[in-house]
């Protein structure tokens, strides 16, 4: 399968815990997003990559999250104090390209806080 | 700042009934997609629409784009319980990056 894979899927933790998850966008895609979802809502934009530089913060990241993509492949984004109000799901999408080309999501991590 | 809203939230619809979600933007948008999203699934992308007045159709999904590009709908004929799930619209959130700004969502439940 060469979609996007999210690890882990689920997550519990207790408050004040640090969390860090990982996305792995489709191979050739340079562009990768974090959004989150809270349930009956759409997703939120969280930050985006174009290959390893991060170019793109959303204000909803406040300074306990900080991602990463080290050598423009892989992302993790950690989550540092959690909070019960971080408990989401963490949804990562890659895409191609210029502007307005297909995100393809992956199944995203479940957080629950404690 | 820009926002996206779509209605109904929820629809529930008989088998073989018709189902439309609105999507309204508050700003002119460069183009539109539609993501579906399985209960307990991940978005997957459906749709994008550029021109304005675009209509699409894929099946028994008919999707169109306004004339002013500020507002979108999808339509489904005869639905199926296949066709369960929440609906989304999305538009470029600006910037240079392709950020999308989604849509509430309209969930659509089909009873048999």
């Known amino acids: 399968d060469t979609g996007v894979s999210q690890d882990p899927r689920h997550k519990i933790t207790k408050r004040g815990q640090n969390v860090t998850f990982r996305c792995d966008p489709i191979s050739e895609h340079n562009r990768l997003y974090w959004y989150r979802q809270t349930l009956g809502q759409g997703p939120e934009f969280l930050t985006y990559?174009?290959?390893?530089?991060?170019?793109?913060k959303s204000r909803l990241l406040s300074d306990r999250f900080s991602a990463e993509r080290p050598k423009g492949s892989f992302s993790t984004l950690e989550i540092q104090r959690t909070e019960q109000g971080d408990s989401a799901m963490y949804l990562c999408a890659s895409s191609a390209g210029q502007q307005g080309i297909v995100q393809y999501f992956g199944p995203g991590t479940r957080l629950t806080v404690l | 700042g820009q926002q996206v809203m779509q209605i109904p939230q929820y629809q529930h619809v008989q088998e073989e009934e018709d189902f439309t979600t609105y999507c309204n933007s508050s700003t002119t948008l460069s183009n539109i997609q539609w993501y579906k999203q399985r209960p307990g699934g991940h978005p997957v992308f459906l749709i994008q629409l550029v021109k304005s007045g675009e209509v699409k159709k894929q099946k028994r999904l008919t999707f169109q784009f306004g004339e002013a590009k500020k507002n979108s709908s999808l339509h489904i004929t005869a639905t199926q319980t296949t066709d369960v799930g929440t609906y989304f619209c999305?538009?470029?959130?600006?910037?240079?990056?392709?950020?999308?700004?989604f849509g509430q969502g309209t969930e659509l439940s089909v009873k048999p």
């Open positions: 990559f174009q290959n390893e530089a991060q170019l793109e």
């Open positions: 999305a538009g470029p959130g600006g910037g240079q990056g392709g950020k999308l700004i």
